[in-house]
């Protein structure tokens, strides 16, 4: 699979994250939600729920679901705080973000830092403590890759920033599956290899759609960089590559008929609609209707393997 690998700076105004902001302002409970980015927070959540009840065979306690899902929630709004604190710089910049706590003023910057490294701290602790050591240890390792590599690297330098750093979102569901085992098998990576092929298109969906902000922001997005025509033909070797990947926990015998016919509706629907974009004559309204899509399509698919899982 070809993919850009050159490095494309950004203007050197945005190289590195400004300084600490002079807000002092606490900000309110609405903002303090929307710095921890819910939709992705919870998104995540059912891929690591599914990790969960995969490992299990379906025969899971309360407790460890419990425990499991609170602390890599916690985790990953660490990530959302830590994120939203090194782009407020980059934030400033894009209309879209201006109005986030952090660029707004709403909210202190060391209040948002000291939030996300203490809401990272305890939610590793719970995954050490009340859960095991290894899910702990992929959680962190989730959390650096979004954090170091992604944010603070990739995002600023290179167009590769949304496949390296889609790492992170892959991490999830093995978090779920060391939780249940302690280890990873051949079906925790299929499900590895499910979210890190499915995130490239989706993003790049996104990025589409908010070219000229990430324009403004000097951000070496793809559509950036080398425009709509070379995104597009990126999104649809990943989708051509998911529809084999989503197709292999039915090879494992993880799962039943029903996630089989699921996976391949859901699969022919997301090709078709990879293909149009090749002859798209709106390119912004593809890129909506991608969007929307990929996401309808990892929430159906990873429901089907719940309710499909062999027992």
Not at 29 to 37: C, G, V
Not at 61 to 76: N, Q
Not at 147 to 175: E, H
Request: glycine share 8%; net charge positive.
């Amino acid at each position: 699979m070809s993919q850009v690998t050159s490095i494309h700076p950004a203007p050197s105004r945005i190289m590195e994250p400004g300084p600490l902001s002079d807000g002092s302002r606490q900000g309110t409970l609405r903002d303090f939600i929307t710095l921890a980015k819910l939709g992705i927070t919870v998104s995540n959540l059912l891929t690591v729920f599914t990790g969960m009840w995969l490992a299990s065979d379906g025969y899971l306690s309360f407790r460890l679901v419990f425990f499991t899902l609170v602390g890599t929630a916690l985790v990953i709004a660490s990530g959302c705080y830590l994120n939203n604190y090194i782009d407020r710089d980059l934030d400033r910049h894009m209309p879209r973000t201006q109005s986030r706590p952090l660029p707004n003023g709403r909210v202190g910057a060391k209040t948002v830092l000291w939030t996300g490294l203490g809401l990272g701290i305890v939610g590793a602790a719970i995954l050490l403590l009340l859960v095991n050591p290894f899910s702990c240890l992929l959680s962190l390792v989730g959390l650096f890759v979004y954090v170091v590599i992604y944010t603070i690297w990739l995002k600023r330098t290179s167009t590769l920033n949304t496949v390296i750093g889609g790492i992170s979102g892959a991490v999830p569901p093995l978090i779920g599956w060391a939780a249940v085992t302690g280890s990873l098998n051949l079906t925790a990576w299929v499900l590895f290899i499910i979210m890190f092929l499915w995130q490239p298109p989706h993003f790049l969906a996104l990025a589409m759609r908010r070219v000229e902000d990430y324009r403004a922001g000097g951000i070496p997005m793809l559509p950036v960089v080398r425009g709509f025509e070379v995104t597009k033909h990126q999104m649809l070797r990943y989708v051509a590559a998911l529809v084999p990947a989503s197709l292999l926990l039915y090879g494992l015998q993880v799962v039943g008929a029903l996630y089989l016919v699921v996976a391949i509706v859901l699969s022919v629907v997301y090709l078709v609609l990879s293909i149009k974009g090749l002859f798209a004559k709106d390119d912004m309204y593809w890129a909506k209707g991608m969007f929307k899509y990929s996401l309808v399509y990892m929430m159906v698919l990873f429901i089907a393997m719940i309710v499909s899982v062999h027992p």
